[in-house]
């Protein structure tokens, strides 16, 4: 890292992804629909019933060839030439690395990536679906390298690290008041600026807190022509 460059260190959620026709938990026509969290998106569901969980993650694996990445990643990705620029996501998808983006640091997981069922440090390259009978190396059933819930967000030390030495902390289509970005935070050094792009913000500007309610397109296109020190 260049310690002469400004560190800007993006927080990204659903909402940068959903521009690019990314389903979201929330869509009332997404693949989420018809499914209860629990059943495809936790150890027990795998356990319950593999099938289901391995149909789900393939169809949004899939998806995954549809669709790319949207003006913002973009955007992000091109601030590398002027800055220092890490990306924390919540997100699953590849979009911000197809973008362009080096430093990219993946909370819940990424879904071209598969492990074992038993082993979360054998990870694998996984562009293709995943099939009942598909062994890791160990000889265990592979399963999505998602952290599902009730299960631990191994990399959320090194994001934390991370923010910490941020000179500014942009926090884009996700909630600031839960988990990972209330804990994140708290780890942003006093003197840097925030910024919060959302269509529905969740809390009011305050001292080094600015908050662009758009879209995240508009939102960093926004951020990167007005804000930023050149």
Not at 52 to 60: K, P, Q, T
Not at 61 to 82: C, F, G, M, Y
Not at 139 to 157: A, S
């Amino acid at each position: 890292m260049d310690k002469n460059k400004h560190h800007i260190v993006f927080l990204t959620g659903a909402g940068i992804s959903q521009e690019s026709g990314i389903s979201t938990f929330r869509d009332a026509n997404g693949l989420w629909n018809n499914h209860k969290i629990e059943e495809v998106a936790s150890p027990e569901g795998f356990e319950k019933n593999p099938q289901l969980v391995l149909d789900f993650y393939n169809a949004r694996r899939r998806q995954l060839d549809e669709v790319v990445p949207n003006e913002a990643h973009h955007l992000i990705a091109q601030l590398e030439t002027k800055y220092n620029v890490t990306v924390i996501t919540q997100n699953i998808d590849d979009l911000h690395e197809r973008a362009g983006s080096t430093n990219v640091l993946h909370l819940h997981g990424e879904l071209r990536k598969s492990r074992s069922s038993r082993n979360a440090n054998l990870i694998y390259d996984c562009n293709q679906d995943i099939k009942l009978g598909d062994l890791a190396s160990d000889g265990n059933q592979l399963r999505p390298h998602i952290v599902w819930f009730g299960e631990e967000v191994t990399e959320i030390e090194k994001a934390i690290a991370i923010t910490q030495s941020a000179d500014l902390f942009v926090i884009v289509g996700t909630s600031m008041v839960v988990h990972p970005a209330a804990s994140l935070l708290l780890a942003v050094p006093l003197d840097a600026q925030t910024v919060y792009i959302d269509t529905n913000p969740d809390v009011e500007e305050g001292i080094n807190l600015l908050v662009i309610k758009e879209k995240a397109t508009i939102g960093v296109r926004m951020l990167v022509e007005e804000c930023l020190p050149y």
